[in-house]
């Protein structure tokens, strides 16, 4: 079997691990949160410091994006709809079958925006970089890092 010295190993890695993916979450936080204030500061955005709080970040993420439109269907108010789409995906995801479709839904909802700012203000890259944020989502907030002081070359498009 397994002595006290196997099992103090594999908790000291664990351990280990959960502080090391810790400390990686918190720095893309910082980076993406970093981002979005820049972002709306640079677009005067009123309240950018929104960013650096968890949901009210994507109240800031919708001011900058404003509206999604798919062919003739358009999703306005991005502002309101993304938060509380967020706090409805985690109310709804106890619940089996909706739960799931919910939390779908709003990713989709959430990738849909971050391409077209992506779009927005790096339209050349927007494609590679939500393929890179979906197959890699550490990059996602890399990516709003590194464009926080571009201005938009396109503008609701």
Do not use: C
């Amino acid at each position: 079997m397994y002595d006290d010295s196997t099992l103090f190993a594999f908790l000291a890695i664990g351990g280990f691990l959960v502080f090391l993916f810790s400390i990686i979450g918190i720095v893309l936080y910082v980076l993406a949160s970093i981002g979005l204030y820049k972002l709306a500061a640079n677009r005067n955005i009123a309240n950018p410091w929104l960013a650096f709080i968890p949901v009210a970040n994507l109240y800031i993420l919708g001011l900058l994006v404003k509206t999604i439109k798919l062919d003739s269907f358009e999703i306005p108010n991005l502002e309101l709809v993304l938060p509380l789409g967020f706090i409805a995906a985690a109310i709804l995801r106890r619940i089996p079958l909706i739960g799931w479709l919910a939390n779908i839904a709003y990713l989709i909802l959430t990738l849909i925006t971050l391409y077209k700012l992506y779009k927005m203000y790096r339209p050349e890259q927007a494609t590679l970089w939500l393929i890179l944020s979906i197959v890699l989502p550490f990059m996602g907030p890399i990516f709003l890092f590194i464009m926080r002081n571009d201005t938009p070359r396109i503008y609701n498009s």
